[in-house]
């Protein structure tokens, strides 16, 4: 029951990202935000929504039965992550100014405090907690089991965090 609850999780997620991406290609404004006047996903942010629902989906079924196909997928989204992730938190860190985060689309109304078309600190710090779990779980999901309760309790207290950023109007925090 846990992880058929897991893999609906997992595609529910999956399926926001990709339902957000939809929207910025096809510019419908009401999938793009929770709420008319509220910020925006951005379209990185989606992509690695998606991917992230498809690595905890497969991590899943590679458990299940391992498979050489499901285990290059999930390299292959993590792989996406880390890149896309990684080089938004180098070019923030650095404050370098690549527009990466306006690649596949361009993002004009945003929120005081967030740079256009790239994900808050803590989305990017997530996305590559996610990424490196999926690299973890196929290498030796046993031996780093006892770091994934850690990967999604740091996550969790992100979400939480981004939530609550949300609701008080701090753009930093989601």
């Known amino acids: 029951m846990r992880q058929l609850l897991i ?3 997992a595609v529910f997620v999956a399926l926001v990202g990709v339902s957000v991406m939809y929207a910025w290609w096809s510019d419908i404004t009401f999938f793009k935000t929770i709420a008319p006047g509220f910020i925006t996903m951005k379209f990185t942010t989606a992509l690695c929504f ?8 497969l991590i899943l079924r590679y458990l299940e039965e391992p498979s050489d196909v499901t285990e290059m997928i999930i390299l292959f989204m993590s792989l996406i992550i880390f890149i896309l992730m990684g080089t938004i938190f180098i ?7 690549i527009g990466l985060g306006n690649l596949f ?26 990424a490196l779990a999926g690299v973890m779980a196929v290498k030796d999901f046993i031996k780093y089991r006892h770091q994934f309760f850690s990967i999604g309790a740091i996550i969790g207290i992100i979400g939480l965090l981004a939530l609550v950023g ?9």
């Open 166 to 174: 949300y609701g008080i109007s701090i753009p930093f925090l989601y």
């Open 105 to 130: 689309v361009s993002e004009i109304d945003i929120a005081d405090g967030s740079i256009p078309g790239q994900p808050s600190l803590g989305n990017i710090l997530s996305f590559l907690l996610i």
């Open 7 to 9: 893999k609906f999780i």
């Open 91 to 97: 070019s923030q860190f650095f404050n370098i100014k």
């Open 50 to 57: 998606a991917s992230a629902g498809a690595i905890l989906f």
